[in-house]
Nanobody
Framework: QVQLVESGGGLVQPGGSLRLSCAASGIIFSIYNMGWYRQAPGKQRELVATRTSGGNTNYADSVKGRFTISREPAKNTVYLQMNSLKPEDTAVYYC????????????WGQGTQVTVSS
């Protein structure tokens, strides 16, 4: 059974930082591309950042220079370091895993809330 378990969300003031974690189980972590998406109230889910199994990264323009995605293969974990947070970063953040050659094998975490407010 595949599980993606996110943690690290919470309430932070504008300009602050948070680090999200996503622990994966039930998959061969090294052959999955991992990503973070977010969904704000009343909006569609959008890509935040992805990191392929080969190490290539991709970021939404809105988070470039502020967010960093990384992987720790020994722990089957992907992280999202978020700095200089803005109120518009408020959303539920979801972890995503997609098989690097079989995109039909795609999985989602349950989401973690990030709220940026003073």
């Amino acid at each position: 059974q595949v599980q993606l378990v996110e943690s690290g969300g919470g309430l932070v003031q504008p300009g602050g930082s948070l680090r999200l974690s996503c622990a994966a189980s039930g998959i061969i972590f090294s052959i999955y591309n991992m990503g973070w998406y977010r969904q704000a109230p009343g909006k569609q889910r959008e890509l935040v950042a992805t990191r392929t199994s080969g190490g290539n990264t991709n970021y939404a323009d809105s988070v470039k220079g502020r967010f960093t995605i990384s992987r720790e293969p020994a722990k089957n974990t992907v992280y999202l370091q978020m700095n200089s947070l803005k109120p518009e970063d408020t959303a539920v953040y979801y972890c995503n895993a997609v098989h690097r050659r079989r995109p039909e094998y795609e999985y989602w975490g349950q989401g973690t809330q990030v709220t940026v407010s003073s």
